[in-house]
């Protein structure tokens, strides 16, 4: 996929899934995208940043 985020929230029990859990939202975001931590969701990281 390249150069990407993917952020993972909202585990969920599925007994059809592996290990029993997904996640209800799971989103792929791109460098020039912007991500806000659960603890501090006024903050803004833009991805490009985290990125090597």
């Given at each position: 996929m390249g150069r990407v985020l993917e952020v993972y929230r909202?585990?969920?029990?599925?007994?059809s899934a592996r290990y029993g859990w997904k996640y209800?939202?799971?989103r792929v975001l791109k460098p020039g995208a912007s991500?806000?931590?659960l603890a501090a969701p006024?903050?803004?990281i833009v991805v490009a940043d985290l990125l090597p």
């Open positions: 909202q585990p969920v029990r599925a007994a209800r939202r799971v991500v806000s931590p006024t903050a803004r």
